[in-house]
T-cell receptor
Framework: NAGVTQTPKFQVLKTGQSMTLQCAQD?????MSWYRQDPGMGLRLIHY???????DQGEVPNGYNVSRSTTEDFPLRLLSAAPSQTSVYFC???????????FGSGTRLTVV | GQQVMQIPQYQHVQEGEDFTTYCNSS?????IQWYKQRPGGHPVFLIQ?????EVKKQKRLTFQFGEAKKNSSLHITATQTTDVGTYFC??????????FGKGTSLLVTP
């Protein structure tokens, strides 16, 4: 039981490049979310999903796309990277109903 | 939209002193959760509060949910160096999206 696995752990992109941050969970959790963490800003919700085929926007969705084709995977796509997207990205999952999120170990992204 | 505000932003205590962080929401919450993040780590779930006026304890940690379900607090009695980290509250009024406060960073000096 690996929990929530995020890849890569570190990434450097040039402005304008695109990439996909991978997130996979093996706990059969229905809910999955992507957060970004910037100094002094806490964790801000980017996108979330309540099940396969269902996604919705969070607080800061611009510049990011998501899809949820399976229960296990919830990739985050950066369409055209900008320096403002330099951040630490966390993926998290939890089961239906009330309960805490299990977080992945994060992806540290730098856009130059 | 829903906003969750947390104070203080930083707290520096001597080991053995108590510590409290406060969380306030602009809207009524269905539940509130607390997380701890160690430096360089990821957030780890501590507890969830659901009922109005609820109080829960975990060893030296006491969590409270306000009567109006718009505020919450975390109190640590007799801090230890292992308590160092950032404590986040996170609220939801839909049961789906969880919105985090900016966190309180706790530094404990031996």
């Amino acid at each position: 039981n690996a929990g929530v696995t995020q890849t890569p752990k570190f990434q450097v992109l040039k402005t304008g490049q695109s990439m996909t941050l991978q997130c996979a969970q093996d706990m059969n959790h229905e809910y999955m979310s992507w957060y970004r963490q910037d100094p002094g800003m806490g964790l801000r919700l980017i996108h979330y999903s309540v099940g396969a085929g269902i996604t919705d926007q969070g607080e800061v969705p611009n510049g990011y796309n998501v899809s949820r084709s399976t229960t296990e995977d919830f990739p985050l796509r950066l369409l055209s990277a900008a320096p403002s997207q330099t951040s630490v990205y966390f993926c998290a999952s939890r089961t239906v109903g009330f309960g805490g999120y299990t977080f992945g170990s994060g992806t540290r992204l730098t856009v130059v | 939209g829903q906003q969750v505000m947390q104070i203080p932003q930083y707290q520096h205590v001597q080991e053995g002193e108590d510590f409290t962080t406060y969380c306030n929401s602009s809207t009524t919450l269905s539940n509130i959760q607390w997380y701890k993040q160690r430096p360089g780590g990821h957030p780890v779930f501590l507890i969830q509060l659901v009922k109005s006026g609820e109080v829960k304890k975990q060893k030296r940690l006491t969590f409270q949910f306000g009567e109006a379900k718009k505020n919450s607090s975390l109190h640590i009695t007799a801090t230890q160096t292992t308590d160092v980290g950032t404590y986040f509250c996170a609220g939801s009024n839909s049961g789906y999206a969880l919105n985090f406060g900016k966190g309180t960073s706790l530094l404990v000096t031996p």
